[in-house]
């Protein structure tokens, strides 16, 4: 089973500031996704990095793979307080799907 | 589009009662079906999958059983519940490359 372990576990920061989290397995990934997570709902697909250096932009967030593929990190510029929430990172190989523990994100107005 | 659906969202149930907890699939065949627990905030921890009807994958021993009686239904079950099985469960069908669509959990209880 991949083990994917994604730091920091808990982030707290000021509206406004940007942030870097991470995602790292010892295997090499097929493909890793990046979720958002409100509470007491599921998580929702943010975004699919398939490709070694690939970067990809959804608004003010900006995910990079890898160029070997075993890593990956999340960029959040001028983080506002809807961000607030977990984000998970996750990845499979023959049918099994796995996920890092996550990092909860909170940003104060 | 696909859809998932899970049901119930909230149940609290006393020490030693059944479970049954359902997730169903709109507008997809044979889709790969997932049941996680999540602690308090955390990771997902993958309890069963399945990839076909009657196909069912344990990842973790414990007081809980799945099913998967029809394409694109996926049952979590249990006869007697423990006060650890307490948690949030989600449910999940797996598309190309892996991305995964959940649906809205249940805050599971036990008393």
Not at chain 2, 10 to 20: F, I
């Amino acid at each position: 089973t991949q083990l994917l372990e994604q730091s920091p576990q808990f982030l707290s920061i000021q509206e406004g500031e940007n942030l870097t989290v991470y995602c790292n397995s010892s295997s090499v990934f097929s493909s890793l996704q990046w979720y958002r997570q409100e509470p007491g709902e599921g998580p929702v697909l943010l975004v699919t990095v398939v490709t070694g250096g690939e970067v990809k932009k959804l608004k003010r967030l900006t995910f990079q793979f890898g160029d070997a593929r075993k890593d990956s990190s999340l960029h959040i510029t001028a983080a506002q307080p809807g961000d607030t929430g977990l984000y998970l990172c996750g990845s499979g190989a023959n049918s099994k799907l796995t996920f890092g523990k996550g990092i909860t994100l909170s940003v104060r107005p | 589009s696909q859809t998932i659906h899970q049901w119930p969202a909230t149940l609290v149930q006393p020490v030693g009662s059944p479970l049954s907890l359902e997730c169903t699939v709109e507008g997809t065949s044979n889709p790969n079906l997932y049941w996680y627990r999540q602690a308090a905030g955390r990771g997902l921890q993958l309890l069963f999958y399945s990839v076909g009807i009657g196909q069912i994958s344990s990842e973790v021993p414990q007081n809980l059983s799945a099913s998967r009686p029809q394409d694109r239904q996926f049952i979590l079950s249990s006869k007697k519940l423990l006060l650890s099985d307490s948690g949030f469960y989600l449910c999940a069908w797996v598309g190309r490359n892996t991305e995964a669509f959940f649906g809205q959990g249940t805050r599971l209880t036990v008393v």
